[in-house]
């Protein structure tokens, strides 16, 4: 977000204000007025409902923002003697991020930071102890519903799976259509996180969890008057215990991507230094 808003305080400067059409402007500060294009840019969400979390938060920011821009404009901030530097400075910044961030994403797509399960399974032998578990893990699913009896036909279908994921997945949506959150991955979640990184909604979820053994599903729990969840457990590991190389394989995968993708930045920025310093 804060790059977000950065970004907005240099197209102040830099643009004027343009008339769109009011069908495509989503908020409005003295002259200048926010598009949904742009909006739609300086926003980054998973659901439905986080883009309406998001949208909010960034329009109120950017109404704040124009409006103390203007202000400034009014006093003459804009001709003290350091503006000019700045704004200069702050789009080599911008354009740089944008050319690396581009730079890296067409990487990916050439398949640079691709990992093989030879990569990953040197990385485990010779970190294997980095795997053991300080604290009990679970992979764990949640489906929600908004009443008693659609976890219940939920907990059903989940109980009567019988291998085909995309009916399954169908049949969860037509029967709680309003929680982009019950969307099933294929195959099932292999992330293993600790009871404080699942944030669990109440005690009685993190009373349950700890009872049920892989391959096994919660009973309706209630979350509150009109929430309702039935937990699904696809793996878990106790303290003390290692992961194995399938249970630490996303794990790894994503270190690897990592050490990958800063590699690319360093054969990127040595590219830099040698045509220009």
């Given amino acids: 977000m804060k790059l977000h808003i950065?970004?907005?305080?240099?197209?102040?400067?830099m643009t004027g204000c343009d008339g769109v059409p009011d069908a495509d402007v989503v908020a409005r500060a003295g002259k200048f007025q926010l598009t949904r294009d742009e909006l739609l840019a300086s926003i980054t969400y998973s659901s439905p409902e986080d883009s309406l979390t998001a949208s909010a938060i960034y329009i109120e920011d950017w109404k704040d923002l124009a409006s103390l821009y203007q202000l400034a404009l009014e006093e003459g901030a804009d001709e003290e003697p350091e503006v000019d530097m700045l704004i200069e400075k702050a789009a080599r910044h911008i354009v740089v991020q944008r050319y690396i961030a581009g730079r890296m994403e067409n990487a990916e797509k050439e398949g640079v930071y691709a990992v093989d399960s030879s990569e990953a399974?040197?990385?485990?032998?010779?970190?294997s102890d980095s795997f053991l578990c300080s604290e009990t893990v679970y992979a764990v699913s949640r489906y929600y519903a908004s009443t008693p009896q659609s976890a219940s036909r939920i907990e059903n279908a989940l109980r009567l799976y019988d291998g085909d994921e995309q009916r399954l997945q169908q049949l969860i949506e037509s029967i709680e259509p309003g929680y982009a959150g019950n969307n099933r991955r294929v195959p099932p979640v292999r992330s293993?996180?600790?009871?404080?990184?699942?944030h669990l909604e109440n005690d009685t979820m993190k009373e349950v969890l700890p009872t049920l053994l892989p391959g096994e599903l919660s009973s309706v729990i209630t979350v509150h008057d009109s929430l309702f969840v039935v937990m699904e457990m696809h793996d878990r590991v106790k303290k003390g215990s290692k992961k194995t190389f399938e249970q630490a394989y996303d794990e790894i995968e994503e270190l690897l991507i990592v050490q990958k993708q800063k590699h690319y930045y360093s054969t990127l920025l040595g590219e830099a230094r040698e045509k220009y310093q």
């Fill in 6 to 13: 950065a970004t907005g305080v240099l197209l102040f400067f």
């Fill in 192 to 198: 293993l996180r600790s009871l404080e990184q699942l």
């Fill in 121 to 127: 399974s040197a990385f485990y032998q010779e970190f």
